[in-house]
C-alpha cells in the first residue's frame, strides 16, 4: 500500500514538473535523469529492506558477549546515556526539520515552481534514506545503550538495536534543512540572509544529533557522520540539477 501511494506521488509530481518550467526557475529536470535518480534510490531502499528481513535481532548471548573495551575511549561516554526525553525530543525535532522544506512556498518565486522544488526535495530525502538503512543493515553496529546495564533487556532485543551507524535522525534532518536552504540560495544567490539561512539549517541537525546521543542511540561519529551524509545529500541533489551557464 505504502508503495503504491508513492508511485502515485512521484508520478503526480512528473507530470507537474514538466509543466511548470519558468525562466527565472534554475534548475533543469527531465524524465531520464529523474528516474535515475528515483529509480537508484528506490533499488537501495528495496535492498535495505530485503536485508533488514533477514537481519536477526540480538540474542541475550550476543547482548552479554559485548565489550565495552572494543568501543573507541572517546565514544564511551554514549554508553552511559539513556534518556527517553532526549529521545522524544529528538523525534520531535527530526519531523519539524522534515517539514521544513514547506517554508520554502512562502517564497512566491519558489511556490511558482513548486513542483521542481518539491521533486528536488523528494530526491534528496529518497537517496539520503536509502544510503542510511543501507548502511545500519550492513554495519550492524550495537547501539550504545546496549552496553548500559541500567538499560531493561527487552530494549536490547529491539530489532534496530543494531542500527547505531549511521544516525538516520540527523541525516535526514541534515538533508531535509540542507536541500532547503540551498533551493532557497539558489533563487536568492546574492542575499544578505544566507548566513543566518545556513546557520539555521546546520544548527537543527546538530541539535538533533546532540539529543540522539543524549538518548543512549548513537555514538558522537555517528550522528557526525549522518550529519555529513546527510548534508551532502541536501547539496548534491539540486546543485547537480542546476542550470549550467
Not at 513542483?115 to 529518497?126: D, F
Request: charged share 20%; with cysteine.
Amino acid at each position: 500500500m505504502i508503495l503504491k501511494h508513492l508511485k502515485q506521488f512521484f508520478t503526480f509530481l512528473f507530470c507537474h514538473f514538466l509543466l511548470t518550467l519558468s525562466a527565472q526557475n534554475p534548475y533543469k529536470t527531465s524524465w531520464k535523469q529523474e528516474a535515475a535518480w528515483i529509480g537508484g534510490s528506490s533499488a537501495g531502499i528495496g535492498v535495505s529492506a530485503w536485508l533488514h528481513t533477514h537481519n536477526q535481532p540480538f540474542t541475550n548471548a550476543q547482548i552479554e558477549a559485548l565489550q565495552l573495551s572494543r568501543v573507541p575511549k572517546f565514544e564511551r561516554f554514549a554508553t552511559r546515556q539513556f534518556s527517553l526525553p532526549a529521545r522524544k525530543a529528538s523525534d520531535v525535532l527530526l519531523l519539524s526539520a522534515i517539514a521544513s522544506p514547506v517554508l520554502l512556498l512562502l517564497d512566491k518565486d519558489i511556490r511558482r515552481d513548486a513542483p521542481t522544488a518539491v521533486l528536488l526535495v523528494g530526491e534528496t530525502l529518497m537517496l539520503n534514506f536509502a544510503l542510511t538503512n543501507l548502511c545500519k543493515e550492513i554495519a550492524r553496529r550495537p547501539r550504545p545503550y546496549n552496553y548500559n546495564p541500567e538499560v531493561p533487556l527487552s530494549d536490547k532485543l529491539r530489532r534496530d538495536a543494531y542500527a547505531s551507524f549511521f544516525s538516520g535522525h540527523t541525516s535526514m534532518s541534515a538533508a531535509a534543512t540542507f536541500s532547503a536552504a540551498q533551493i532557497w540560495s539558489d533563487y536568492h544567490p546574492d542575499s544578505g540572509w544566507k548566513p543566518v539561512v545556513w546557520a539555521t539549517a546546520a544548527a537543527i541537525p546538530v541539535t538533533v544529533g546532540f539529543f540522539r546521543v543524549k538518548a543512549g542511540k548513537h555514538y558522537l561519529t555517528d550522528v557526525l557522520t549522518g550529519l555529513v551524509v546527510g548534508g551532502a545529500c541536501g547539496l548534491l541533489v539540486p546543485r547537480f540539477h542546476r542550470i549550467r551557464k
